[in-house]
Antibody, heavy 118, light 110 residues
Framework: QAQLVESGGGVVQPGRSLRLSCVAS????????FHWVRQAPGKGLEWVAV????????HYSDSVKGRFTISRDNSMNTLYLEMNSLRAEDTAVYYC???????????WGQGTLVTVSS | QAGLTQPPSVSKELRQTATLTCIGN????????AAWLQQHQGHPPKLLSF???DRPSGVSERFSASRSGNTASLTITGLQPEDEADYFC???????????FGTGTKVTVL
């Protein structure tokens, strides 16, 4: 049974940084790509970034490009999202989700809440 | 980034059939297909349909996906109270080099 567990959320001031983690178990981490998807309070889903299984391809949404960095450590079964220059509009629950190369979003974590506020 | 267009809400009677639509363009839905996800309040999304319209293991046969041109559809037959949720479509956009989500449809079972 695949399980994804996000952590690292919290309250942060505008302009500051935060790093989210997503630890995976019950799957062969190194064979999966991963997405970060966020959801602002009361709003819909917004795709943030994706990293291929081997890290060879990375893509970002325009809203986070240049500020956020997605990375992975296959030895630790962990996905990361480094978020810099945070803005109020980055406030959301951040989810990690799998991608097996053909199909996205099969497994999801429970999410971690990031609140950007002074 | 432009998203995919979904109707904000759909209301149907118990045991009726609901068809949800997701309108994209040739760069996303028309060429890449669309996945469908269900989200209950306070929970993470759940994948209902892969972009090739197949269902993941464990998803009820009452959910079926299809595509015609740039429009993807999700049909829910025999609506049940537990089908009340938000539904999102998603696709890869090969012009944006990004994934896009639909605006979401809230399904109400009367």
């Amino acid at each position: 049974q695949a399980q994804l567990v996000e952590s690292g959320g919290g309250v942060v001031q505008p302009g500051r940084s935060l790093r989210l983690s997503c630890v995976a178990s019950g799957l062969t981490f190194s064979t999966f790509g991963f997405h970060w998807v966020r959801q602002a309070p009361g709003k819909g889903l917004e795709w943030v970034a994706v990293i291929w299984f081997d890290g060879s391809n990375i893509h970002y949404s325009d809203s986070v490009k240049g500020r956020f960095t997605i990375s992975r450590d296959n030895s630790m079964n962990t996905l990361y999202l480094e978020m810099n220059s945070l803005r109020a509009e980055d406030t959301a629950v951040y989810y990690c989700a799998t991608d097996n190369g053909d199909y996205a979003y099969e497994y999801w974590g429970q999410g971690t809440l990031v609140t950007v506020s002074s | 980034q432009a998203g995919l267009t979904q109707p904000p809400s759909v209301s149907k009677e118990l045991r009726q059939t609901a068809t949800l639509t997701c309108i994209g363009n040739n760069n996303n839905v028309g060429s890449q297909g669309a996945a469908w996800l269900q989200q209950h309040q306070g929970h993470p999304p759940k994948l209902l349909s892969f972009r090739n319209n197949d269902r993941p293991s464990g998803v009820s046969e009452r959910f079926s996906a299809s595509r015609s041109g740039n429009t993807a559809s999700l049909t829910i037959t025999g609506l049940q109270p537990e089908d009340e949720a938000d539904y999102f479509c998603s696709s890869w956009d090969n012009s944006l080099n990004a994934y896009v989500f639909g605006t979401g449809t809230k399904v109400t079972v009367l």
